[in-house]
């Protein structure tokens, strides 16, 4: 057994853990069965605590990475949960089938994906990761191998999905796939003057479309302007996908530089770079290598590095689109009262149903990168507040900081959440420092 120190990818809480690697079925139930407490662990990327807790054993899924079976004329296929996006992509494209709900690091595993209830850029067509599940093979140390579907299971496969790994341990998942023909994206931009603009020129979504803005945040005379982006898939018949380049590895984003490096001089500095170099694009149409649309940050790791030790905050905000002007306005207001440092403003269209504590929603999806200070720390409270006023739904996978008050106002399931887990799971013996904060 091997003990190391970790920390969530936002740098706000770190644990000294004990870490296991099983390689075969039998070694994962052999340890599964051992420990009284543990949670499984990926690509050890996500902003919070979910795959960790202190002094406790995380069980490492890295190894379980093989495709079990797959179905072309049916469009499915089976897969260990330890399979990295990346590599899970690599096979489907080659057979013009993919994924749509894809995360933006190559490095983050399938087992992740599903325990978060990821979405991917096209969220407004294809929803979340959920839309794709068929079916999910679990180990637990009190109920053993349990397959769970709709069909089998149901209420402990709602659970998992978006459960944050605390329902046991997801050994394979059996995938729906889509039709993907096409060798890489074709861009268009549209121009932006505000927060409000971005809103209004946000067009109906199709399943060949990837749509959304980003946004200055640098000073409040530029506030909202940015751009639209619509990534559509370039459509070719008998092109192949240019697969190269898809396992360049994020999985390296912990910062060694000792300071924060993003101030107000580095932000206006590099937006004002960012808005006039596309500015230019703005009315042309220009073509983007796929792996550069579906993993926008990978070869750009340094962005996560500039924050230093004290790392940044990440929000994203569900907002319905009944709500959305009102809510702009109270966001304006509050930016400009208290003038955070934000690095990235990014809004997209998302369309679901949030149950349980899933990030889900119809609506507008609001994503703020922080840097970690007093100002900032000040406007998330003021936007904790709206989201409580509002039955806004923040998501729990991104903010750290978020209190488990908001998240009770916020999320309407989250007593049948935790009455339904603590059913399956009376011991609570998956545990993580994330389903502590929750008090699950």
């Known amino acids: 057994m091997e003990k190391v120190k970790i920390q969530s990818l936002d740098k706000n809480y770190s644990a000294n853990i004990f870490v296991k690697r099983p390689e075969k079925y039998r070694e994962l139930k052999e340890i599964s069965d051992r420990y009284e407490k543990m949670i499984p662990m990926g690509s050890c990327s996500s902003y919070v605590p979910a795959s960790f807790c202190n002094d406790n054993l995380s069980i490492l899924m890295t190894k379980f990475n093989k495709i ?9 296929i089976t897969v260990e949960a330890g399979i990295k996006i990346s590599e899970l992509l690599q096979f489907t494209l080659k057979n013009k089938l993919w994924i749509p709900q894809i995360p933006g690091y190559p490095s983050i595993t399938l087992g992740g994906i599903v325990a978060t209830n990821a979405h991917g850029k096209s969220s407004a067509f294809h ?9 999910i093979l679990i180990y637990h140390k009190t109920h053993g191998w349990l397959n769970l579907s709709k069909d089998e299971n149901k209420k402990i496969f709602d659970l998992t999905i978006g459960g944050f790994g605390l329902t046991g341990t997801i050994v394979q998942v059996k995938l729906k796939l889509e039709d993907f023909i096409g060798y890489n994206f074709k861009t ?19 399943k060949e479309v990837y749509q959304y803005s980003w946004n200055r945040s640098d000073n409040i005379t530029n506030l909202g302007k940015g751009f639209i982006f619509k990534n559509e898939i370039n459509s070719i018949e008998n092109s192949s ?3 190269r380049g898809l396992y360049h590895d994020t999985n390296k984003l912990e910062s060694n530089f000792k300071f924060n490096l993003w101030n107000n001089f580095t932000i206006k500095f590099s937006q004002f770079l960012y808005y006039n170099f596309h500015l230019q694009k703005k009315d042309k149409i220009f073509f983007e290598n796929f792996r550069k649309i579906i993993f926008p940050f990978s070869g750009k790791e340094m962005y996560f590095k500039m924050f230093g030790r004290n790392g940044l905050i990440e929000s994203q905000i569900i907002v319905p689109a009944k709500k959305i002007n009102q809510i702009i306005d109270e966001i ?37 990168d922080f840097v970690r200070n007093k100002k900032s720390l ?8 709206i989201c409580q006023n509002n039955q806004l739904i923040p998501s729990i996978i991104k903010d750290s900081r978020l209190r488990l008050n908001t998240i009770k106002i916020c999320y309407n399931a989250y007593d049948q959440f935790k009455k339904d887990l603590n059913e399956f799971d009376n011991r609570r013996i998956y545990r993580s420092q994330l389903s502590d904060i929750l008090e699950l």
Do not use: A
């Open 127 to 135: 929803g979340t990761i959920r839309q794709q599940i068929k079916e």
């Open 332 to 368: 304006e207001f509050n930016l400009k009262k208290e003038l955070p440092e934000i690095t990235l403003l990014s809004i997209k269209k998302i369309k679901g149903e949030c149950n349980y504590l899933r990030f889900e929603n119809d609506g507008f999806c609001i994503t703020f």
């Open 188 to 206: 268009s931009l549209i121009k932006t003057n505000s927060l409000i603009d971005t809103i209004n020129n946000f067009n109906e979504e199709n």
């Open 68 to 76: 079990i079976e797959f179905d072309k004329v049916n469009k499915t």
């Open 378 to 385: 000040n406007f998330m409270e003021n936007l904790d507040s």
């Open 241 to 243: 996908v240019d697969t």
